[in-house]
């Protein structure tokens, strides 16, 4: 298989950026954890997914962006955490009901590290299917605390990121105090990349089930509850299932998508089971979606 470099040589725009020539835009996409995955199923990829988004990075690619990739956890995470309540630190004094496979929360913390790397490898493997490169950042190797003012240092860590496909995702991290662990979500990870990254043009959340935020729940809504344009203080109701999920579902991704609009850059929510929605987020044209703004 050709390396990253090689299958961008002879003059490629590419070049320029690994010489110090013309920066090339970069898009920061996150794929959603119940995108990627059936959330309903213990450790169970979509690997038909994972494939056509790798395939909108291919193009994004030879279209002249570089990308940065975070992606969510589904039921490869979200299943065993909610159960552990890792989101929330260490529990002493709680009494908690044994896995078959884990009997505590530290335990637990382990399993799930190996869950997402397991999830990250078969991201990995499709991208390398598309004579893509990709770079692993695992959190839990490289950040510490939790919300988008994590401890972490982005500018060593993805210093390759022109080099490779540099994919991180969200993560059980060491907390300091009592606390000890909680769970790193890859919305709190993009606002960092955008804000450290220095040629972010846009982010792009690519997520399942739903073409963008809605006025009301999907299980209700029409094609005119869409919201095109959302800002913070419009109300909303999303997909956002608490039995499963220990992050913040679409509000959490909303929030942050605000955050990073307040650094001039594009943000835009797309529905990822629409690969061609999600090319045409990462390359600035028009898509059925919602921007958000600050």
């Known amino acids: 298989m050709p390396s990253f470099f090689n299958a961008f040589k002879e003059g490629h725009p590419h070049e320029d950026s690994l010489l110090g020539g013309n920066m090339r835009d970069c898009v920061v996409i996150k794929w959603g954890g119940s995108l990627i995955t059936d959330k309903e199923k213990m450790c169970t990829p979509d690997n038909e997914t994972i494939d056509s988004l790798s395939g909108v990075m291919r193009q994004c690619l030879d279209d002249g962006l570089d990308i940065i990739l975070v992606h969510g956890a589904g039921s490869f995470g979200h299943l065993r955490a909610k159960h552990w309540r ?15 496979d884990c009997n505590s929360q530290k335990e637990a913390v382990s399993i799930v590290r190996n869950e997402m790397l397991t999830l990250n490898n078969y991201v990995s493997e499709s991208l390398s299917r598309f004579q893509l490169v990709p770079s692993i950042k695992p959190p839990h190797e490289w950040a510490k605390n939790t919300g988008s003012s994590f401890d972490g240092d982005i500018s060593k860590t993805f210093s390759d990121y022109q080099d490779s496909i540099c994919v991180t995702f969200g993560d059980v991290v060491d907390c300091e105090g009592e606390m000890s662990f909680g769970i790193l979500s890859g919305d709190d990870l993009v606002v960092r990349l955008c804000e450290e990254i220095p040629n972010v043009k846009r982010l792009v959340f690519a997520v399942g089930g739903v073409d963008g935020i809605l006025k009301r729940p999907p299980e209700f809504a029409n094609s005119g509850d869409l919201i095109k344009n959302w800002s913070p203080g419009m109300k909303f109701e999303g997909l956002h299932n608490t039995e499963i999920d220990v992050t913040g579902g679409i509000g959490l991704k909303a929030a942050r998508g605000a955050e990073v609009a307040k650094l001039g850059i594009e943000v835009l929510i797309v529905n990822g089971s629409y690969p061609e929605r999600v090319f045409d987020a990462c390359t600035g044209k028009e898509v059925l979606g919602t921007i958000i703004s600050a």
């Open 86 to 100: 890792l989101n929330e630190g260490l529990l002493p004094a709680e009494s908690f009901t044994s896995q078959d």
